[in-house]
């Protein structure tokens, strides 16, 4: 059993649905997980060593969430030294075209840039329209945003357009890679359950 800490970024909620699915996946073969908002460990002492480590967040006006970008950079010697994979969250990633793709992968970049952190895998994940929890202004903007892609104009209704299922195979392959006998490396983290845990049905526009 692998001990594996699970970190993210998140706006509206959506984010934090899909880390507590991938940890959910992970705890489900018999690897120990704690999964943690990057906002509680700001100024945290990481208290474990981990075996494995996932990063994620959500996109927002071209940036993951600062949150996550200081956990990366302050957690580098980590990452750089167990198993670890970064999720991309947002809209673009529910496109299929090549102009989207090369969206996506430029955001990525530009995080990469930032961090100095070169994730051994990086999953694009399609976000969500959550126009329930956004603010008047925030929700006419994510409406000229959804009818320019063709998408639900209707804002009495969430729209969730993650693939779950790829969510779940992002995790147990992640997790297959801990499955033998994994080198420990020391890291931080609070004790698991301690911060706050969104659902997956608290969905963000990216998340």
Known sequence: MAKILVVYGTTEGHTAGIAQRIGAVMR???HEVHVRDSGDLR???????????????SVHAGEHQRSV???????????????????????????????A???????V????QETGWQPRH?????GALVYSQYNIFV?????????SHGRSTDTSQDRDYTDWE????FARAFAGELGGSPERAGGSAPSPGSGRRDEPDAAGADG
Request: charged share 35%; aromatic share 6%.
């Open 109 to 112: 970049d530009r995080f990469v």
């Open 43 to 57: 100024k945290a002492t990481l208290e474990h060593a981990y075996d494995g480590v996932v990063v994620g967040g």
């Open 122 to 126: 990086v999953e694009p994940i399609a």
């Open 139 to 147: 929700r006419h903007v994510m409406k000229l945003i959804a009818k």
């Open 166 to 169: 790829a969510v779940e195979r």
């Open 28 to 30: 489900d073969v018999g």
């Open 69 to 99: 970008r200081e956990f990366v950079r302050q957690h580098r010697d980590l990452l750089d030294r167990v198993p670890s994979a970064f999720f991309s969250v947002s809209l673009t990633a529910a496109e299929p075209d090549e102009d």
């Open 101 to 107: 793709r090369r969206d996506v992968q430029a955001v």
